[in-house]
């Protein structure tokens, strides 16, 4: 796959522009978008910065952090701390997600998203607000490995880090968890999956895939 370097600046334009002027995939309102990778590429700093940029553009953004969808800690290290297929299939409680951030938003959906539902330092309830998100609102949800679970999504961004990329960049405490980036490679293969594709090796200079701006 051919890829084409950019900045960080212009890529989040260039995906601001995209995501403004999606047609969603179930003719639902609001625009979804999933913006993956590991910790080490920072999802969620991207999200961000997409979401203000889709503010400039006349719309309203919502980030949602899949760490605010956590399972309590009872669940999540039943098989210990650092057990990497726990933290692939058991951590991110995907039901609840689908209950509470897309339900909400599919065709005739009431558009009130819950921003997060557990804390998982304090492992206790959030007791967060709804969150009411207008028609042609768009939602950004970003996190580790998010794909693979069929949310629908009409924009999928995913953050991909070379093997050595993603090991230098994980911090010591969480090197445990590379397995599961690793399966996570073998068994959804996300920079096949995705829309976009961002390869972050280089944190001050990344390279995208620079699709054609309709999915459907």
């Known amino acids: 796959m051919r890829l084409e370097a950019i900045t960080w600046e212009r890529l989040t334009e260039e995906l601001a522009d995209r995501t403004v002027s999606l047609t969603t ?3 639902s309102p609001w625009p979804r978008v999933l913006v993956d990778g590991a910790p080490a590429a920072d999802p969620g700093a991207l999200a961000t910065a997409l979401a203000a940029a889709v503010r400039l553009r006349g719309r309203e953004a919502l980030t949602v952090a899949a760490g605010g969808f956590w399972r309590p800690a009872s669940l999540r290290l039943e098989y210990g701390r650092h057990d990497p ?3 692939y299939e058991r951590w991110l409680d995907t039901g609840a997600l689908w209950r509470e951030v897309f339900a909400p ?10 921003p997060d539902l557990w804390d998982p330092v304090r492992d206790r309830a959030t007791r967060s607000p709804r969150v009411r ?3 042609g609102g768009v939602l950004l949800l970003h996190g580790p490995l998010l794909l693979g679970h069929w949310f629908p999504a009409d924009l999928v961004v995913h953050l991909s880090l070379s093997p050595g990329a993603l090991a230098r960049r994980t911090a010591p405490e969480e090197q445990w968890m590379l397995p599961a980036f690793a399966r996570y490679e073998t068994e959804v293969a996300p920079a096949d999956v995705a829309h976009v594709l961002v390869r972050a090796d280089d944190s001050r200079r ?3 895939n620079n699709p ?3 999915h459907r």
Do not use: C, Q, T
């Open 25 to 27: 995939r179930d003719g």
């Open 85 to 87: 297929d726990a933290y």
């Open 105 to 114: 938003l599919e065709p005739g959906g009431s558009g009130e998203v819950l």
């Open 133 to 135: 998100l207008p028609p």
């Open 206 to 208: 990344p390279a995208w």
């Open 212 to 214: 054609p701006r309709a």
